[in-house]
C-alpha cells in the first residue's frame, strides 16, 4: 500500500506557523513581485478567491473581508519543507520526496493503516505546526485520489483509505478525469470527447483501446486506476534535464551593476539546484527582457556552451557574465532575467578530462562548505561579492513575512 502525504495550503500553512492569530483569518500568498495569488486558506477559498487571479483585481475584496496577505518567502517555505520530510522519515521506513509538500509514503507490512496514519498526521502537526493530510491506497495514482477525499470531507479527519473494491470504485465514480494524476488538459479535451468524463469511466474502456488514445503513458494511468501497481520510484525522479530560475521586477533595471547582480543571483539558484540533484551542467542560456507591452520590446538572450561540465556557482556566474556582456544596451529598461542550464547530467557518469585546467575535487569541496553553510544559515549567510544585495530594491514584496527558522535576526522573541 503507498500513501501520499501532502501539507494543507502550505505556504499559508508555513505563515500561520509563526503567526497563530492568522488560523481563523483568510489569507492568501502572492507570486514573484505581489503578482497574483499562488496559495488561499480555506477561508479565502469560500470567499471565491480564484487560484492565479491578479492581486490588483482582488483589492476590494481584501478589505471587505480582512484578508492577510502575503509575498511568497521562499527561504521560509523551502526550510519548513525540510523539516516536514525529516519528520516523515523518521516515521517510515521507505519514502519518496515527490514536491516541496508531497512525498509518498511506503505502508507495506503496516496492520492498522488508519490508526498509524492518523499518528503520522499527529506527529507531523506536533513536530512542525504544518496541517497534512493522507490518501492510502494500492497504486500511487488511486492515493492522489484518497488525498483529495482526504482533504475534501472532514468526516474522514485527514485520513482516507481506499483499500476495497467497492471504495475503489466509488471514489473513481466521484472523481473527474481532469483531476486524475497524469491527465493533462489535452488529453481531457479528448477523452471528454469520447465521452469519458469520470475516472471510472476511462477505466470501463479495454486496455487497447486506451494505448491506441494516448500511448504508454495513459495506458499506466488505467492500470494505475484499476489498482494495478506500476509507477516505480525512478519514474517519479525530480532529477531535472533543464534547470531555469528567472525573476520579474518590480521596476525597470537600466544600470549594468544591478542586472549583473540580478543574473549572478539567479544563477546561483540554477547551481545550487544542480548540485542537490548531483548533476553537472555543460550549456548555459541567459536572457534579459524588456516589457512585452512596450512598442519597442527587447528580449536578447545567449546560448554559452563549455568546455568542460560543471555545478560550481563561481564558474556558472562567469559564464553568465560573458553572456550578459554580449547582449547588454545601456539605457534599456529590463524588466526580467532569467538564466536556464542545458546539456545537463548525472555527475556519477562524467568522466574527468585530463586537459581540464580546474581543480575539480578542490571545487566540489568549496561548493559542498557552502551549500552546508547555506543551508543551516539560509542563502542570504554566505554568496560571492558579484550576487550583491542592489537588485533586491527593483523587486516588490510589499507583503514580505520574516525568515524566522533561517536568520538569527528574526527568531521570534517571547517576553514573559
Known amino acids: 500500500m503507498y500513501a501520499l502525504i501532502d501539507c494543507n495550503n502550505f505556504y499559508v500553512s508555513c505563515e500561520r506557523v509563526f503567526n497563530p492569530s492568522m488560523s481563523n483569518r483568510p489569507v492568501i500568498v502572492l507570486s514573484n513581485n505581489d503578482g497574483c495569488v499562488i496559495s488561499r486558506s480555506n477561508e479565502a477559498k469560500a470567499l471565491g478567491i480564484k487560484m492565479g487571479v491578479p492581486f490588483f483585481q482582488i483589492q476590494d475584496a481584501i478589505r471587505k473581508y480582512n484578508i492577510a496577505v502575503y509575498s511568497t518567502n521562499f527561504t521560509l517555505y523551502g526550510d519548513m519543507s525540510e523539516r516536514v520530510m525529516s519528520t516523515l522519515s523518521e516515521q517510515v521506513p521507505d519514502m519518496e520526496i515527490y514536491s516541496v509538500d508531497e512525498a509518498f509514503l511506503h505502508l507495506d507490512g503496516i496492520n492498522d493503516l488508519n490508526e498509524y496514519c492518523k499518528q503520522i498526521v499527529h506527529k507531523t502537526r506536533k513536530s512542525t505546526g504544518i496541517p497534512v493530510s493522507i490518501g492510502v491506497a494500492p497504486t500511487k495514482t488511486l492515493?492522489?485520489?484518497?488525498?483529495?477525499?482526504?482533504?475534501?470531507?472532514?468526516?474522514?479527519?485527514?485520513?482516507?483509505?481506499?483499500?476495497?473494491?467497492?471504495?475503489?470504485?466509488?471514489?473513481?465514480?466521484?472523481?473527474?478525469?481532469g483531476e486524475v494524476w497524469g491527465i493533462g488538459r489535452r488529453s481531457q479535451k479528448k477523452l471528454?470527447?469520447?465521452?469519458?468524463?469520470?475516472?471510472?469511466?476511462?477505466?470501463?474502456k479495454s486496455r487497447s483501446w486506451v494505448r491506441s488514445k494516448m500511448t504508454v503513458v495513459g495506458e499506466r494511468t488505467w492500470l494505475e486506476?484499476?489498482?494495478?501497481?506500476?509507477?516505480?520510484?525512478?519514474?517519479?525522479?525530480?532529477?531535472?534535464?533543464?534547470?531555469?530560475?528567472?525573476?520579474?521586477?518590480?521596476?525597470?533595471?537600466?544600470?549594468?551593476?544591478?542586472?549583473?547582480s540580478a543574473v549572478a543571483e539567479l544563477a546561483a539558484h540554477c547551481a545550487s539546484k544542480l548540485r542537490k540533484?548531483?548533476?553537472?551542467?555543460?550549456?548555459?542560456?541567459?536572457?534579459?527582457?524588456?516589457?512585452?507591452?512596450?512598442?519597442?520590446?527587447?528580449?536578447?538572450?545567449?546560448?554559452?556552451?563549455?568546455?568542460?561540465?560543471?555545478?560550481?556557482?563561481?564558474?556558472?556566474?562567469?559564464?553568465?557574465?560573458?553572456?550578459?556582456?554580449?547582449?547588454?544596451?545601456?539605457?534599456?529598461?529590463?524588466?526580467?532575467?532569467?538564466v536556464i542550464l542545458m546539456d545537463i547530467f548525472n555527475d556519477n557518469y562524467i568522466q574527468r578530462d585530463m586537459f581540464d585546467p580546474v581543480d575539480r575535487d578542490k571545487q566540489q569541496r568549496l561548493s559542498k562548505v557552502m551549500d552546508t553553510i547555506t543551508k543551516k544559515n539560509g542563502r542570504e549567510s554566505i554568496k560571492l561579492a558579484i550576487q550583491g544585495t542592489g537588485y533586491r530594491d527593483y523587486i516588490r514584496q510589499e507583503h514580505l513575512s520574516k525568515c524566522y527558522t533561517t536568520n538569527l535576526n528574526d527568531i521570534i522573541q517571547i517576553k514573559v
Open 225 to 260: 486506476l484499476q489498482g494495478i501497481s506500476c509507477i516505480e520510484k525512478d519514474d517519479l525522479s525530480d532529477d531535472k534535464k533543464q534547470i531555469c530560475t528567472s525573476r520579474s521586477f518590480g521596476q525597470p533595471i537600466k544600470d549594468y551593476d544591478t542586472l549583473i
Open 143 to 177: 492515493a492522489k485520489i484518497a488525498n483529495h477525499f482526504a482533504k475534501k470531507y472532514k468526516g474522514y479527519k485527514d485520513v482516507c483509505l481506499i483499500d476495497t473494491e467497492n471504495k475503489r470504485i466509488k471514489a473513481l465514480q466521484q472523481t473527474p478525469i
Open 277 to 338: 540533484q548531483k548533476s553537472v551542467t555543460k550549456a548555459i542560456y541567459v536572457f534579459v527582457q524588456t516589457s512585452r507591452f512596450a512598442e519597442d520590446s527587447y528580449m536578447p538572450s545567449k546560448m554559452i556552451p563549455l568546455s568542460f561540465y560543471t555545478a560550481d556557482t563561481a564558474e556558472i556566474i562567469g559564464h553568465c557574465r560573458r553572456a550578459l556582456d554580449l547582449v547588454f544596451l545601456p539605457d534599456v529598461p529590463y524588466k526580467r532575467a532569467g
Open 192 to 204: 471528454s470527447y469520447y465521452g469519458v468524463h469520470t475516472a471510472f469511466d476511462f477505466t470501463q
